[in-house]
């Protein structure tokens, strides 16, 4: 009988993340000291981005990039009602209104349709920007939106897909986070996502005045020595030494987002195994996808997007529980039972009570079939092949199924 626990993700943590993290306790920096900046500087480049800003959460992150550019009341942002909460609530917490889209029922993902639709339906409204949500690891095609968006801002919510590439259409690869077409892209570091930092969020951006108003945003609007400028309080003595060194000036209302050191020094250490996590993700994700296309029909795994090589952060299946007369907390609570932990990703946000009052009842039926069906089983880089093998026939006899195909996994997930 086995009696490992499998929750549906959790993080991978070593010796040498420990020694990193105790290596700053014991330093004379917790907070707004080095490894910030270097934390910064080494995501950056592991993006192919110019800049990238640490903060406080992947919220904080969304909060940020809205206010630094000027979205406010009376504008609107599009954003795919497949997301987190986050996505939408940062939205709010700027003052701007949010408008919904559906997205594909077989990815979870918005594409240049759902905007044309969430467009026409946004009449008396200015939509100032639009946020697409790169789910489960895989990439929206944002090339497909360009010739859609006419003085619009591009955001990418990239909370999913630390690593993976998005494809253009003449076959260049550009990496996710790398801003080729939009004006910045935020990324999560919480627990379970491609590395952590325990909380945390990262903004990369190409736009040198939108990086330095995130990080004064993020430190309460205040700027100090050098990034005072042409002031008489800041002027260099003749040992080139700061003749008011304790001076500070807050220019506009800011917050505490600011990231600590302790923080950044377990992201460093995590960064130096992205590669591996990744490919132990896909590797894991892959075995999946060869069990669950061997489950019948009304079994399936996510449809793969063109122009995206994946970083697969979640592993889901595309269950018709209706088709097999069985509910999808029956399923779960089974699954449970046998140590076995499951999750959704996630209940369409349009449908939440609070964007339900504000904006009325919404038909989403892209966002609302992949909901009724998606299912995300256990993944993270230190599972075992074995572990996917037993969570894949759990989940059939819980479903009444026999696998159409079970010969040669093995070749099939190499």
């Keep these: 009988m086995k009696t490992k626990s499998l929750p549906y993700s959790r993080q991978v943590i070593d010796e040498d993340d420990i020694e990193a993290v105790v290596r700053t306790l014991r330093s004379d920096w917790l907070t707004t000291g080095p ?66 889209s559906d997205v594909d029922p077989d990815t979870g993902l918005m594409n240049a349709s759902h905007f044309k639709d969430a467009i026409n339906r946004s009449t008396n409204k200015k939509v100032k920007a639009i946020c697409p949500v790169h789910l489960n690891g895989q990439c929206v095609d944002l090339s497909s939106f360009c010739n859609e968006i006419d003085k619009i801002i591009v955001f990418e919510d990239a909370c999913h897909s630390l690593g993976a590439f998005r494809l ?54 205040v700027v100090r020595d050098k990034d005072l400028g042409n002031n008489e309080l800041i002027n260099l003595d003749e040992k080139n030494n700061f003749k008011q060194p304790w001076y500070y000036e807050m220019r506009e209302l800011g917050f505490n987002y600011r990231l600590s050191d302790i923080h950044c020094a377990l992201g460093i250490s995590q960064l130096k195994k992205l590669k591996y996590f990744i490919e132990r993700r896909n590797s894991l994700r892959q075995r999946y996808e060869s069990y669950l296309k061997c489950l019948g029909k009304y079994v399936q795994p996510l449809k ?82 074995e572990d996917v093998d037993f969570v894949m026939e759990s989940l059939a006899k819980i479903l009444g199924l026999t696998f159409e195909d079970n010969t040669s996994f093995d070749a099939k997930a190499n």
Aim: with cysteine; charged share 20%; net charge positive.
């Design 35 to 100: 490894k910030i900046e270097e934390f910064e500087k080494r995501f950056a480049r592991d993006v192919d981005a110019d800049y990238a800003i640490a903060c406080s959460s992947g919220t904080a992150a969304l909060h940020l990039l809205y206010i630094a550019n000027n979205i406010g009341q009376g504008d609107s942002v599009i954003i795919p009602a497949m997301t987190f909460l986050a996505t939408a609530n940062a939205v709010r917490h700027s003052g701007a209104e949010v408008i919904f």
């Design 168 to 221: 253009s259409r003449s076959g260049q690869k550009f990496r996710v986070g790398s801003c080729s077409l939009s004006k910045a892209t935020m990324f999560s570091t919480h627990a379970v996502k491609a590395i952590t930092t325990g909380e945390g969020g990262i903004i990369t951006t190409n736009d040198e005045n939108l990086a330095l108003r995130l990080k004064k945003l993020r430190s309460h609007g």
């Design 304 to 385: 793969l997007v063109r122009n995206c090589t994946p970083a697969w952060h979640l592993s889901v299946a595309l269950i018709d529980f209706d088709a097999l007369c069985v509910s999808r907390t029956e399923v779960i609570n089974k699954l449970r039972l046998l140590g076995i932990g499951t999750q959704v990703h996630y209940i369409p946000v349009h449908q939440q009570p609070y964007y339900r009052d504000r904006y009325g009842i919404l038909e989403l039926p892209g966002a609302s079939a992949y909901y009724s069906k998606c299912l995300s089983l256990p993944l993270w880089p230190a599972m075992e092949t």
